[in-house]
């Protein structure tokens, strides 16, 4: 079963579509992506995210006991080498690379002379991750340049679902359609115009004013999704090093869903890397899914 987290962590339900936001622990693409290709014996995630140097920066600062103490070793080096990572600059950038992913044909035909051997799948992934989308539209000081509208997030949405049905329907040989999940720690702040911003106008003071309304995108984006796991993380400065996190999970239907919650705790340990202990209850739930 697949988790976002090393075990004995919980495992997650099975899901078509996932959204993840808040404060999660930088490693849970990472444990989602491994959890995957150990499920699936011929399976293959893809895991995409704007910028390397920020991914990279997230997992060395939070520093994860499991995956320092095992990503050495040859099974996960085999789980990790059926995980394919591509960071796309901008969100042009990405709706490219989505119309680009293809799955190679068992027999060559001319067509496939033409497909960018980065971009082409033996199988269809069982698992595609979008990682930090907000980053496209946010600055590090959590501006939003003006270009950007409330459709330029929806629209990523969008892309990667029609691809990743296209993807689902070249599958000869494996059944099942190609899972979802978007990661995006911001989400909840970030807010955009459903209309790009008009020319700056200036009122009776002489100061610029805009006259258009910006729009929290979780309303809209959580419509896209079948199950959204909210994490929070609590302040600190009581435990020191150590600190609480907690994550809620929610199914997304028109009856209220089932929730589950898991928490945790996570602190140092000798080697300085980040282990996570859990309390019992969190540990060992079983899902229903359907209503409480």
């Not at 435990?239 to 589950?260: E, P, Q, W």
Request: with cysteine.
């Amino acid at each position: 079963m697949l988790s976002l987290f090393p075990q004995p962590g919980p495992f997650l339900p099975s899901f078509n579509t996932l959204l993840v936001k808040g404060h999660y622990h930088p490693s849970a693409p990472i444990h989602l992506s491994l959890s995957c290709t150990a499920e699936f014996a011929d399976s293959q995630a893809i895991l995409i995210s704007p910028s390397r140097q920020r991914l990279t920066q997230a997992l060395q600062h939070y520093n994860d006991e499991w995956l320092k103490l095992h990503s050495g070793f040859g099974s996960v080096h085999s789980l990790s080498s059926r995980v394919k990572l591509f960071y796309p600059p901008s969100p042009a950038h990405l709706c490219l690379l989505l119309s680009m992913l293809r799955v190679s044909s068992s027999s060559k035909t001319d067509n496939d002379a033409w497909l960018n051997p980065e971009t082409t799948l033996s199988i269809p992934p069982s698992l595609v991750i979008l990682h930090e989308p907000s980053a496209y539209f946010l600055s590090s000081d959590g501006v939003t340049p003006s270009k950007w509208t409330l459709c330029s997030y929806l629209s990523l949405i969008t892309h990667a679902l029609s691809s990743l049905t296209f993807l689902s329907g070249k599958g000869q040989e494996r059944s099942g359609a190609t899972s979802f999940a978007l990661f995006d720690s911001r989400l909840d702040q970030l807010r955009l115009p459903i209309v790009e911003h008009p020319i700056s106008q200036r009122d009776d003071s002489g100061e610029n004013r805009s006259t258009s309304r910006l729009e929290p995108v979780y309303n809209y984006a959580q419509k896209y999704f079948e199950w959204i796991i909210a994490a929070e993380q609590e302040d600190t400065s009581a435990h020191g090093a150590v600190r609480k996190r907690t994550m809620a999970l929610h199914r997304n239907d028109r009856d209220g869903g089932f929730i589950k919650s898991w928490e945790w705790w996570e602190g140092p340990d000798e080697r300085q890397a980040t282990r996570l202990i859990w309390e019992k209850r969190s540990v060992g739930q079983s899902f229903a899914v359907g209503k409480t």
